[in-house]
């Protein structure tokens, strides 16, 4: 039988109070800050990787250190999209598009940015087998005309492009190919790194003269604290200024604690457990839809998340451009037991899903209550908890059977879930389907926002109607922050920026 939530929070609990190395309240080891306490921001996961271009890139931890670390072009200030080191662009014809670059941004290193830096930075993108690959398989040529200008020349329209660009971090064109990037990086964000001690904690240092102002915090420090109870004491305590993400009990706990506070909004977090499309008997949609239906969706979440998640109705979170709901599947075990048979699995199926345990809030609980339920209809599935790099090796690899993650539409549009991870050619979960990569291309080359959106909706039903996986629940974006802190913004990714947060007192 599967373990409550408290009993799940309490062990983790008394895990977390044995790993005194991850308890907030020690001291930031050469601070910068003067004897100021730096600012302590603890989320979940990890970050083992500071490298903008590299294999990391879309983790959220790395994507929360990169934030503070380094400049995009264009950034995302709630719906739209807004200038940052380009201070404006054009369109002169569909394939190019031009950027005027800010005259008086520095890196930390005291060196100019230039054009030089923005082409040698996009090309590495362009050129990577990193995840962010399918974002830029259309560019053609980067060129800089001079030092203030960039030139984007694509193979064909991209109607993503400014969007992809939020994910663009700019670092010098010296230090690309550099052993230490991925450790002692240079930007020209509104941070430095101090110190970094991969899967343990960052040390960041303002920058008096960051070029949209100088952050007010002394000092930045983000820990490593997996265990849920662990963060939330240290927030009750005054050890930890914010964290998040917070699962529902711990919400519940949090409520009406002198000194602390609560910020929520729609988040673009969501579990997705995928069937390897590939892979016998998930080769078979019957079998897929048949675990659908095998699935108490909406109680499973209830009684997991309350209000701290919503049953997802797509493939994306509402809160994504390009969502479109869908019919759930009903849940009808009897009728999962006669597709199964349908199928030829008329005695079941043995098969194994893998997770690694800070993937997302209660994701071994979630894995635990799915694997119960498709118990009832005869499929035995083995659960397999390991390490983040065994999970990221395995999933590159194609070597599994179920996956269960937490996936984050990281830039709010469609594309970087659907384009990136659901063609063809990326190949991420087996599943091929030549009608979903026509949509996709066409979404993602199209500038007019409303076809877009429809095109979307096609994907999304194609999608959830092939059952490529299961999608129970997407998570709010909810934040606890002692009372103290101000000006802070939460973000519906994870990813909140802290040039602007104060502390009072």
């Not at 969501?270 to 499309?277: E, K, Q, V």
Request: proline share 7%; charged share 20%.
């Amino acid at each position: 039988m599967a373990t409550s939530r408290r009993q799940f929070l309490t062990l983790l609990g008394a895990a977390g109070a044995a790993v005194a190395g991850c308890a907030p309240g020690g001291p930031a080891t050469g601070s910068a800050s003067g004897g100021n306490r730096p600012f302590n921001a603890a989320f979940y996961q990890a970050i083992n990787d500071l490298d903008p271009h590299g294999a990391s890139a879309v983790d959220e931890a790395s994507l929360l250190a990169n934030r503070q670390i380094y400049d995009t072009l264009v950034a995302r200030d709630g719906d739209r999209l807004v200038p940052r080191l380009a201070t404006s662009w054009k369109q002169p014809d569909d394939t190019t598009w031009e950027f005027i670059l800010r005259e008086d941004v520095v890196f930390h290193d005291g060196t100019k940015l230039t054009s030089a830096d923005v082409k040698a930075s996009l090309e590495r993108l362009a050129a990577s087998d990193g995840p962010q690959k399918p974002l830029w398989s259309a560019v053609d040529a980067v060129e800089a005309p001079d030092a203030g200008t960039i030139r984007i020349t694509t193979k064909d329209p991209l109607g993503t492009m400014l969007v992809n660009l939020t994910l663009a971090f700019i670092v010098p064109a010296a230090r690309i190919g550099k052993a230490d990037l991925s450790r002692s990086p240079i930007g020209s964000g509104p941070f430095a790194v101090e110190s970094f001690t991969p899967s343990s904690q960052l040390l960041l240092k303002p920058v008096p003269g960051y070029w949209g102002g100088a952050a007010k915090l002394p000092g930045l420090r983000l820990p490593y604290i997996p265990e849920a109870s662990t963060r939330i004491t240290s927030l009750q305590n005054g050890e930890v200024d914010v964290t998040w993400i917070i699962p529902p009990d711990e919400l519940t706990r949090l409520g009406g604690v002198n000194g602390v506070k609560i910020d929520s909004k729609p988040g673009v977090n969501y579990f997705l457990a995928w069937f390897n499309c590939g892979r016998k008997p998930f080769s078979d949609p019957r079998v897929r839809r048949a675990l659908h239906h095998a699935l108490d969706v909406k109680s499973i979440v209830s009684s997991l998340y309350g209000d701290a998640a919503a049953v997802m109705d797509a493939p994306i979170p509402s809160a994504v451009f390009g969502h479109a709901p869908q019919q759930p599947y009903d849940y009808d075990p009897d009728l999962a037991k006669r597709e199964l048979a349908e199928a030829g699995h008329g005695s079941g199926i043995r098969t194994s899903m893998m997770w690694f345990k800070d993937t997302g809030p209660l994701a071994t609980e979630l894995a635990q209550s799915i694997i119960s339920a498709w118990a009832k209809v005869g499929v035995v599935v083995e659960p397999q908890q390991i390490e983040k790099a065994a999970w990221l090796k395995r999933l590159t690899a194609l070597d599994w059977d179920i996956e269960l993650q937490v996936n984050t539409v990281t830039t709010g549009d469609a594309d970087y879930t659907l384009g990136r991870l659901y063609t063809s050619e990326a190949n991420r979960m087996g599943y091929r389907n030549k009608e979903l990569d026509g949509i996709l291309a066409k979404a993602r080359s199209t500038s007019g926002q409303d076809e877009r959106k429809s095109l979307y909706a096609q994907a999304c039903e194609i999608i959830w109607r092939d059952a490529v996986g299961v999608f129970p629940a997407a998570l709010s974006s909810t934040y606890g922050l002692r009372s103290s802190v101000a000006r802070f913004v939460p973000a519906a990714n994870s990813q909140p920026e802290f040039r602007t947060v104060s502390t009072a007192g």
